[in-house]
């Protein structure tokens, strides 16, 4: 299996807003039937056409600054297109398809914890998605990238690892009883926490255990249910984190008696 490595360091000034960084620069045309490996060592930026007379079998480009796709950049393979960014991902090409596999599917992975902000988050560009996933943890598995969710789809994965809450329609609570089993008939949700648009709810039916049985404020362990999302463009979304608990109550039973006398 051919394979190409590229290493370089950034050797110029970056006309991005980071003037004080440098990049290292891939600008000219590379075709031929191997596989294709880049590591920057800073910012990197893809201007050139890759695989466009004759796709690449596949391309891995990392970066451990920010990673830019240029407005004439155009990528072609036949196999998996792994990009990674440890800072910021931008795409500068306004072509859906700048990004194009015959027989694998492209990622986009950026370490960047503000992926969303309107200054330092990243830019998609056109890039046509077909999921986003949040909380990777790259690993040395190989394809690990392509095979974590979803494989053979394009999308965005993130390090971000966003958390959705669980929001009870009423307050929990129940008289003593003498047991934790919480009535399904009071476990009615709806979640929040979604970032960046993305939509938030659940499927399943909740089932409810508190922690104690002792008249006390408490919490309820949730199961049977799991967080579902839909980013801005109704694509699905995963690796949102969820803590199945909520604050709870049980209150003393009414004392009951009779008088005599």
Not at 18 to 27: D, E, F, L, Q, Y
Not at 219 to 233: E, Q, Y
Request: glycine letters at 10%; aromatic letters at 6%; a neutral charge.
């Amino acid at each position: 299996d051919k394979m190409a490595v590229v290493s370089i360091l950034p050797e110029r000034p970056i006309s991005t807003s980071t003037p004080t960084s440098t990049v290292a620069s891939i600008a000219s045309e590379i075709n031929g039937g191997f596989g294709l490996r880049i590591a920057s060592d800073g910012n990197l930026a893809i201007t050139g056409n890759l695989g466009t007379t004759q796709a690449l079998a596949r391309l891995s480009a990392k970066a451990t600054g920010e990673l830019r796709l240029g407005a004439t950049a155009q990528i072609r393979t036949t196999g998996d297109i792994s990009l990674g960014a440890l800072t910021r991902f931008i795409n500068q090409s306004t072509s859906a398809s700048v990004l194009s596999s015959t027989g694998g599917s492209w990622r986009v992975y950026s370490e960047n914890l503000d992926p969303f902000s309107p200054t330092t988050g990243d830019q998609t560009g056109a890039l046509d998605h077909q999921f986003r996933a949040y909380n990777y943890q790259p690993t040395s598995a190989v394809n690990d990238l392509h095979s974590f969710v979803l494989s053979g789809h394009n999308g965005f994965v993130y390090k971000l690892a966003p958390s959705a809450t669980l929001l009870p329609a009423t307050a929990i609570s129940k008289t003593y009883d003498g047991t934790t089993i919480a009535d399904p008939a009071i476990l009615n949700f709806s979640v929040s926490g979604g970032i960046n648009g993305d939509v938030l709810t659940f499927s399943g039916i909740p089932s409810g255990v508190f922690a104690t049985a002792n008249a006390s404020t408490t919490s309820v362990s949730i199961a049977g249910i799991t967080v579902l999302a839909k980013d801005s463009t109704d694509k699905p979304v995963l690796g949102y984190g969820f803590t199945p608990s909520v604050a709870a109550t049980i209150t003393p039973k009414p004392l009951e008696g009779t008088l005599i006398g």
